[in-house]
């Protein structure tokens, strides 16, 4: 399996896609990464003749999927950056209304139902940790609609630097091919020192520095997904940044910091428990309106502050909040887990000493009642029953015990 079988199973997909007329939901992530993608497969729809309703997603749920599924039942719906791991699920809720393509880059589980494509890179050989992004996965799908659309290679690179994707010192695999195709149109360039590599996009003029571009985005889209957020950044993307898109993200970059620095100071007077792999913590509602993966944020900001165990793993909880923009209000009590690690860790992880994210939370949520789906090594999520959190975190710790053992 590799790229070629991939691009098979894309065109049978979209040939299916074509048959369905002419309306489309797209669900997607609301980092940078999902946004990137979106705004890959938004455009090629949309050029395609498609009228595309997005529509973005913190996590997959059964309860979310469901209420989504019963509102546009009948109308294709296309996954991206989000739903491989959670196929299953989403054939239980969809059951055989929509035809459903999900293109991601996570691990995956199969939907034995006709009605779904699962198209995640993962299950042709194509890395979604390192070789591909979701953006980029995007990226070849709109070329099998459309060979014109490969001008948009320059989001698959978005994509993946939003992804880290660069972090062995430069791009790799078909994000490389991405990145030749935007440097060749001049939307991107690239310098190296020290034996990496870092880029800047040029397409609207003055080059922008894409690490924290694209770090801006997920900012738009992760503290800004009940503001409108979402849309700021893949009109960013798309057109440019804006006097719309400095004043949005002006206004949650300061919300932001200020919630972040009273946190690292609840922190640092000790609200960081600690377990024998496992260092945790819960914002609760402190982080309100922010959208719930700004924990994840959070947990990265502080992976390597001096407060920080650098040999376990971080978890953050946050209370996940009952409405859902363009889905309604639920009745739940749950809460979003967000899973990072310190630098160290992430090293120890690419040796194998230690267990990745991937299989870690994935394996822990299952034994709470918690639901899975796009999880890398070295940054995942769930959401779970509120109270479950000690009982969740005892979980890794057993698991992390099994698997040195």
Known sequence: MGKAEYIAALRDAFAELKNRGKRVVLVHHNDADGLSSAAVLYTALSRAGFEVTKIPLERVHPPINARL???HAGTPI?????????????????????????????????????????????????????????????????????????????????????????????????NREALEEAVSRGDVE??????????????????????????????????????????????????????????KLGELEALKRERFGLMIERLRKGELKKTRYIQWFSVGDRFAPMGVKIVGEFCMEIRDMDFVDPDKYIAGFQNMPSEIPGLGTFDWDLVKISMRVPSPLEERIVRKEMPGLAWLLPEAAKRVGGSIDACHDYAAASLIPRGKEGELVAAMDDLVEGYLG
């Open 190 to 247: 690239v310098t190296e020192a020290d034996g990496r590599e870092a880029y800047r996009l040029t397409k609207f003029g003055e080059a922008l520095d894409l690490k924290p571009f694209a770090k801006s985005l997920t900012t738009l889209g992760a503290a800004g997904y009940a503001m409108g957020g979402p849309d700021v950044a893949i009109r960013a993307v798309l057109e440019g940044p804006s006097g719309e898109y400095h004043e």
């Open 69 to 71: 599924h019963d509102l």
């Open 78 to 174: 296309v996954y991206v950056d989000l739903g491989a791991r959670a196929a299953p699920m989403i054939a239980e809720v969809n059951r055989g209304r929509s035809l459903i393509v999900i293109v991601d880059h996570h691990l995956a589980e199969e939907a034995d139902d006709p009605a779904v494509f699962n198209l995640s890179t993962e299950l042709f050989g194509l890395s979604g940790e390192r070789d591909i992004s979701a953006a980029t996965a995007a990226w070849i799908a709109a070329q099998v609609l459309d060979p014109g659309n490969r001008d948009l290679a320059y989001l698959g690179v978005i994509g993946a630097i939003g992804d880290s994707h660069e972090r062995g010192g430069k791009l790799v695999g078909e």
